[in-house]
Structure formats: C-alpha cells, structure tokens
C-alpha cells in the first residue's frame, strides 16, 4: 500500500466537468488565449462547499452556461447502501466523480474531482460571472467526435473519452425542473 500525507497547507481540492449537450453531440471546453490550450472547465472549492456544488459553479464561472450533474451508468468502487464494495455499475445512474487526478506543484498537491455534466449549447452564455471578468479565456462548444483531438492535455482527453462513451451507452432523463432545450433541436 502506497500512502503520503499532505496537511491542510499544502494541498488543495479542485472540482471540474466534462459538459455534454447530448441532443446536439457537443462538449463544453475553455481556451486559453494566452497559450493556445484548450481544456475542460475547473476551479478551487470555497471553504464549506460540496464537491458537486464547486464542479457547477467552477463551470459556470469559467464558461457563462448553467450546467447540472449528468447521472450515468458507471462503475465505482464506493460502496452502496452499506456494501463493502461495489464494482459493477449503480442501478440508475450514479453523478459520483467519473475521475480524479492528481498534480504537485511547488511543493502543493492538486486534488481535481471530475463530474460529467449536462448543459445546453444554444442557451444564451451568461456575461459577467466571477471569473471571466479576469480571465483570458473562451468558452468553446465542440463536437463530441473531436473533442479528445481538441483537448491539449493527456488526462482531459482521457476523462472526456470516458465520460462520452458512458454517455453513449444510456443517460438517464433530465431533472424535470431544469429542462435543456432551444429552439432549432
């Protein structure tokens, strides 16, 4: 067993989406200006705050679109009603990260919890959210069939495929509270 210990000071939890408009086979991205990168919507969770919660607000942020949690039929070592051990998919979908991964720097772990999430490429991008106001980047909607062509970094590619691929094999309906539609479906 491999463990490490990383105190409150020098780690830090991120929270992310891999963004799906399923109806019209799209992924929600952000390029990077500055570096030409392109890479799927994260950021810092605030003190108090959900894992779940973070990866919504952090993509909304970053991008301007209102997304929600995507349920799919994954496999997932969490445990299940208070089975030791569950490595089969979850009866009717599960919105438990589909990845984390991990990076140091200078000395500080990146902890980054990764959720699929559904969103609507024809909504009207809202202007003005936290963190587009001092950001150098786009919000980009790609086809599902060359995002992972698309994407810059190795892990985002990896997480995007699998997160499509789960997509493909059956999603579960939409929260009726928060339809996604537009007007040229």
Known sequence: MNRSLHLSESFVISCGTVTLDIDRSKVLVIYLRKTGEYCLPKGRKNVGEQLEATAVRETYEETGYIVELLPLQLT?????????????????????????????????LKI????????NSCAI???????QDD??????????????????FHDDKTIS???IEAARGGVLPANRNNQFFCGDG
Do not use: K
């Open 112 to 119: 980054i919890f990764w959720y699929a999430a559904r969103g």
């Open 161 to 163: 495929a699998r997160v």
């Open 125 to 131: 991008r809202q202007m003005n959210t936290t963190e």
């Open 76 to 108: 997932t070592l969490a445990t299940l009603h208070g089975n030791d051990d569950v490595r089969s998919a979850i009866p009717g979908g599960t919105t438990e990260p589909v990845a984390v991964t991990q990076r140091t720097a200078e000395g500080v």
């Open 135 to 152: 950001e150098n980047f786009d919000a980009v909607w790609c086809p599902m069939d060359e995002v992972v062509r698309l994407l810059t």
